[in-house]
């Protein structure tokens, strides 16, 4: 891998994850429903958005790899994950692979509950 490469994931991560810092912690702070956390489900949201409007984006256009991996895996991967969780997903179905399009959608859910309970479990 090219030094530039992983700076601008570097780089592109401090964005990302600060913004999600401020953008999850704003929402929470001042909007409230039936205890969930809406400033996740508005950062997973506002990403899964954003890394389809790139996707398309990088599709039509040439840009280097280094402000793909600055944009794509920088700032959206640190401002959520669940941005390419969506994607990889989309393709899927998009590509008529129905089958592990939904296979993808329960192991990676089904998956991280599970990895949260037993993490979890290691220290109770």
Avoid: C, D, H, W
């Avoid at 994850?17 to 001042?30: D, K, T, W």
């Avoid at 508005?42 to 996707?55: A, C, D, M, P, Y």
């Avoid at 794509?72 to 008529?96: D, H, K, N, R, V």
């Amino acid at each position: 891998m090219k030094i530039e490469t992983i700076l601008a994931v570097g780089f592109g991560g401090f964005i990302g994850a600060i913004s999600r810092f401020y953008l999850s912690g704003s929402i929470n702070n001042n909007f409230q429903l039936y205890s969930i956390s809406l400033g996740t489900l508005f950062v997973n949201i506002l990403g899964s958005f954003l890394i389809g409007v790139l996707f398309g984006y990088i599709q039509s256009y040439q840009i280097p790899i280094y402000i793909k991996t600055f944009l794509i895996t920088g700032i959206l991967g640190a401002l959520t994950t669940f941005s390419t969780f969506a994607y990889e997903t989309f393709t899927l179905l998009e590509s008529g692979e129905i089958e592990k399009a939904f296979l993808n959608i329960i192991l990676n859910i089904l998956g991280t509950l599970l990895m949260v309970y037993f993490g979890m479990k290691i220290f109770s």
